[in-house]
């Protein structure tokens, strides 16, 4: 503590010592020097940032399991109060010149769960803000109008805002109804536990009735597993009944619930025209590795965990095996098929990261055509016999798929596509379904118009 006695920080600690009696207080063990529990002044030296590691009695409903649920309504209910609750606003910079800085601290969240390091500057349930059999845990930051040096009464100004900000917590938390503390925890064991299920049911996801993937972006969530509900109109998903839709019972709040299930073992097709909500569709199961709080439109969307992407991106190689789609090297390369060194291409790195998530066995593997190499994905009349696309693959050599799912978006891939075992079609946001057996129909006649159109060509005759 030597170097910093003259400093803010090396005040925070007298500070903090004299918050410690209260409902709302220090949680004294949590406290981490420099890292949750600090007080400096900016790089703009107009404000005095703070972090205090607080502990608070859980209010009934709170604790046990699916705490995280409860812990992020206590979280939201702290933010939505700090524009009528004064003795908050430190939370969100008030006063000081530059509040925008700590906008993460009230930016809405409605992720209560993650795998993932993503939004990591926010605030939402973690490690450092839980519910446990004690209470709950926060680490509350904010920032003060800069009070000047660590003077007597600066300091004592200082300890009486933190004061009225651990009561003003304290008051909030309280107000909170146990009811939606419950239904909260309920929701939160409604994912884990059917997350926990669904290799037993032969299925890698479940999408709900009434799942809302659409997604919308801000400056500080602009990812789209942490990204909040779209607003505006939003059409809810619902299983076509073609695709045989599955009916689960939820273990937290004892409700049933029907949707699509992702089965274990098949290639799915997720097919329809351009901007009709292909990709995010994608992006919603990848998140439904997450745990997501009411509203969020994710809630009743659980996947397993370990999905992995494949896509297209140049980049250097070092041993990688392409030898599932590539029989010989293209120039350029050194080494073999299953070990390629050299500056790969986009079908290279993607035929790369195909086999790498097929030798790890993981559950479910997604393509999405707008990040492809789509000459890895189908075949083409001037491809060379070197390469073995997807779509070639599937149809000749579907095992080498082993226990591994595969979902892919796609437009304008028919080939690939007919080799799907289902196919889910979306057209106006809303979803359909076409039998494979149907859409090879379709194909084969498509393809044999060309076949006339091109025959007509070479005969001179009009197109």
Known sequence: MSGTEGSWQGQVHRIIAGLEDGRARIDRGAVRNLVNTYAVRSLDGTALRFSLP????????????????AAGILIEAIKAAVPVERDLGPIAGAGTEHPRHSLPNVEPVTLIASGSA???????????????????????????????????????????CFAALLDALDRVVRRVPGRDLAAARDLSVDQKELRRALPGMGLVAFVADGTRPARRFTDLRCHHRIAGPKEGVHIPFSCPRELDPVEVELAGSGRTVTGLGVRRREVFAVAGSNAEGKSTFLHALIAGEDDHAAGDGREGLVSVNGIARAEAGERY??????????SRLPPGLSGNPEAATGQGSGSLVMAHEIRTALFAAVPLLILDEDRSATNLLVPGC??????????????????ALGETALLFAASSLDILIAQADRILVLSGHEAHAIDPREFRRRLDRHL?????????????GPP
């Open 382 to 399: 001037l491809q060379g016999d070197g390469v073995m696309p997807l779509a070639t693959l599937l149809a000749t050599r579907r095992e």
């Open 54 to 69: 607080v502990f608070l009695p859980a209010p009934a409903g709170a604790s046990g399991r699916g705490a995280d649920g």
């Open 118 to 160: 993503i939004g990591t500057d926010l605030w939402w349930p973690n490690a450092g803000n839980r519910i446990d059999g004690d209470g709950l845990r926060l680490v509350v930051r904010g920032a003060l109008p800069y009070p000047g040096p660590p003077t007597p009464g600066a300091v004592k100004g200082v300890a009486e």
């Open 317 to 326: 190689l070092a041993g990688a095996d392409v030898s599932l789609f590539f």
């Open 448 to 460: 044999a118009e060309m076949r006339e159109h091109l025959a007509r060509r070479e005969g001179g």
